[in-house]
């Protein structure tokens, strides 16, 4: 599973279920090769040994060419628990908008600073 700035999951995995814009399913081995765009939601793989865990990814694409599954997503966290997956996302989400929060208070104080300058230019003239 690729996401912008790292790899989160690089391993072999015997099942994938996740919803795509025409509902769930599941891929199996030896699937037929095809690509589908993820929606927002839970994506659950089987390792080898029958072992499930979960990822909550915000959309992407998913690519099947033979044994080899990739997923590309914008944002994604994974966890081997579903219920340490709830709290994991909700921690993320509420740090994401913090940081929008800070990013939209620094934009308001650049543009009113920009606003005060053009002000003070013009009484000059």
């Known amino acids: 599973?690729?996401?912008?700035?790292?790899?989160?999951?690089?391993?072999?995995?015997?099942?994938?279920?996740?919803?795509g814009l025409h509902g769930a399913f599941t891929l199996l081995p030896r699937h037929l090769d095809f690509a589908v765009v993820l929606v927002?939601?839970?994506?659950i793989y089987a390792d080898a040994g029958g072992?499930?865990?979960?990822?909550?990814?915000?959309?992407?694409?998913?690519?099947?060419?033979?044994?080899?599954v990739r997923v590309s997503?914008?944002?994604?966290?994974?966890?081997?628990?579903?219920?340490?997956?709830?709290?994991?996302?909700?921690?993320?989400?509420?740090r994401l908008t913090e940081r929008e929060r800070s990013a939209r208070l620094a934009q308001a104080r650049i543009e009113s600073r920009v606003m005060q300058e053009m002000f003070e230019f013009e009484e000059a003239l």
């Open 1 to 19: 599973m690729f996401l912008p700035n790292r790899v989160l999951v690089d391993e072999q995995v015997t099942k994938v279920s996740a919803e």
């Open 40 to 43: 927002p939601g839970l994506l």
């Open 51 to 68: 072992g499930e865990s979960y990822v909550a990814v915000d959309g992407g694409v998913m690519t099947k060419v033979g044994d080899e």
């Open 73 to 94: 997503t914008l944002a994604a966290v994974r966890s081997d628990r579903l219920e340490d997956l709830e709290r994991t996302v909700r921690e993320e989400f509420r």
